[in-house]
């Protein structure tokens, strides 16, 4: 029973469908693995250190045909998605291994939900085909309401805001405020807002068409505590929440079925597997850290696809940390570093490690490390969790500002930065380091998340899926 898997070509999406693909390795199922030749290049090391099953994973790769070493950012790639060479690749695949003499074809196509050329490929080549979203079911709830949003005036068609302190509607139970200053496809320009938000509608509408979409997030996640969920629910309830209901209530409007599944990493590989990485780990920071007191180290990561915060909050963040004494790792690509002081690097390298790239799952693991200043991405977020961190929040982009609400007016696990002045950066750190609450709370939420419970719930969510998986592909043989 092969799976093809059609992660989006980004490191935040490549991580999670990995650890889905080997996920579904115990159901019997053979996973390939689809990216493209640049992400396959540099992630093939990482999968084969991982062991025998990551290995069991096949890895296959498409081109994208943008040119190689050139840059790819979020249109660039939109456009490689959408002009159908791509999809022309993917239909030859599924052909080949559907002539495959051994085993029944292929039985299932799981695609990200940021790639949906691929859902149309799934379709016309008759595979069963799941999305996947690598984030919040309440994010994904933010975008599949676009059609609700424009109807009540909260944005125009064009995605604008009508008025930016607009709360949004309640989209799902106990939702902490958002206001249409969050939804995610605000990001640059108006030109860029609106291709953006032009990418999500298309997004949403083939999106319409799945009828599992798997989650790589909790079932609870708008709780604060253990005991407001039926711990036996694997689907979660996808219907509109009351006040964005249609008047003609149709079953089929409610599809997909919404699996949370996550976090995955607590169902694949060992749970201190490092992540197939694009870039070189810069991993001396790790002895380093192994000399530094217990919870005195601040990470600072913002993430690998976002746009840079700007030259002047790089400089205020850069002599803030300075200015606070504190040991810090700081992991800052070459290309966003304009901004950093003259020297800056040197001056504190006693003390500060700036990197290109980190090892961020094992730096988090460390018990030297006492907060992470974050974007607020989705797997940073639930890698924090997992390794209870207490978080420093500075949203940029995306799906970050809702990330944010419920890390800061949900879960309470961490504080909110609105710039990195020297005072504000220390008062925030100092309530994130030494809040012993907020200590409780991160290690109550990663046991309620990725407790033993927890991953038995994620395996029974999986098994639910595969087990309605099963039933479609036994009604159409
Ligand atoms: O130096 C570094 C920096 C990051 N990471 C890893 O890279 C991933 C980063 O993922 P995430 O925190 O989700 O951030 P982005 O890469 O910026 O992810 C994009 O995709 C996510 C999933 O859709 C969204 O939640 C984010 O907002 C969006 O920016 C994590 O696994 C990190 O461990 C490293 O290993 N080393």
């Known amino acids: 029973m092969k799976v093809i898997?059609?992660?989006?070509?980004?490191?935040?999406?490549?991580?999670?469908?990995?650890?889905?693909?080997?996920?579904?390795?115990p159901s019997g199922f053979e996973p390939v693995l689809v990216t493209l030749e640049h992400i396959h290049r540099r992630i093939k090391p990482d999968i084969e250190q991982m062991g025998h099953v990551a290995s069991m994973v096949?890895?296959?790769?498409?081109?994208?045909?943008?040119?190689?070493?050139g840059a790819r950012d979020f249109f660039a790639i939109e456009a490689a998605m959408e002009d159908g060479s791509m999809a022309v690749q993917l239909e030859r695949l599924v052909s080949k291994l559907d002539d495959c003499e051994n085993g029944e074809g292929v039985v299932l196509m799981v695609v990200d939900v940021l790639a949906s050329w691929a859902m149309e490929v799934g379709h016309r080549c008759g595979v069963p085909t799941a999305g996947f979203w690598v984030a919040m079911i309440a994010t994904y709830q933010v975008v599949a309401a676009i059609p609700d949003l424009v109807r009540h005036g909260v944005i125009s068609y064009s995605g604008t805001p009508r008025h930016k302190e607009t709360k949004l509607p309640c989209l799902v139970p106990n939702q902490p405020?958002?206001?249409?200053?969050?939804?995610?496809?605000?990001?640059?320009s108006t030109s860029c807002r609106k291709g953006r938000f032009k990418f999500?509608?298309?997004?949403?509408?083939?999106?319409?068409?799945?009828?599992?979409?798997?989650?790589n997030s909790f079932p609870e996640e708008h709780c604060t505590a253990y005991n407001n969920i039926e711990l036996n629910e694997y689907v979660v309830d996808n219907r509109p929440h009351v006040n964005t209901k249609n008047n003609n209530d149709n079953e089929d409007d409610y599809y997909p079925m919404v699996f949370p599944v996550g976090p995955l990493s607590k169902l694949a590989v060992a749970p201190t597997a490092r992540n197939p990485s694009f870039w070189e780990e810069e991993r001396t920071c790790l002895d380093w850290l192994d000399q530094q007191d217990p919870g005195s180290v601040i990470y600072v990561s913002f993430g690998s696809w976002v746009s840079p915060i700007g030259e002047d909050n790089m400089r205020s963040l850069a002599l803030s940390l300075e200015a606070s004494g504190r040991p810090f790792i700081w992991a800052l690509s070459p290309t966003w570093r304009d901004g950093l002081p003259n020297g800056y690097i040197e001056r504190v390298a006693n003390r500060g490690k700036v990197v290109p790239w980190a090892p961020q799952l094992?730096?988090?693991?460390?018990?030297?490390?006492?907060?992470?200043?974050?974007?607020?991405?989705?797997?940073?977020?639930?890698?924090?969790?997992?390794?209870?961190?207490?978080?420093?929040?500075y949203p940029v982009a995306g799906d970050q500002f809702v990330n944010c609400k419920y890390i800061v007016e949900v879960w309470k696990i961490g504080v909110?930065?609105?710039?990195?002045?020297?005072?504000?950066?220390?008062?925030?750190?100092?309530?994130?380091?030494?809040d012993k609450e907020m200590g409780r709370r991160v290690r109550e939420l990663c046991e309620r998340t990725m407790g033993e419970e927890a991953r038995l719930r994620l395996v029974k969510s999986l098994r639910g899926f595969t087990d309605d998986l099963h039933k479609i592909i036994a009604e159409d043989s």
């Open 5 to 25: 898997l059609v992660p989006y070509p980004a490191q935040g999406h490549v991580t999670p469908m990995l650890q889905l693909a080997v996920a579904l390795l």
């Open 58 to 69: 096949k890895c296959v790769v498409l081109q994208d045909g943008l040119e190689s070493g």
């Open 177 to 188: 405020t958002l206001t249409a200053e969050d939804l995610p496809w605000l990001i640059g």
């Open 200 to 215: 999500w509608t298309r997004t949403m509408d083939r999106c319409r068409s799945l009828r599992w979409l798997l989650v």
């Open 362 to 393: 094992e730096i988090l693991q460390n018990d030297a490390v006492g907060c992470f200043v974050t974007h607020c991405g989705w797997n940073s977020t639930m890698e924090a969790i997992q390794c209870k961190k207490r978080l420093v929040c």
């Open 416 to 434: 909110r930065i609105d710039g990195f002045e020297e005072k504000e950066i220390e008062e925030c750190l100092r309530e994130a380091m030494e």
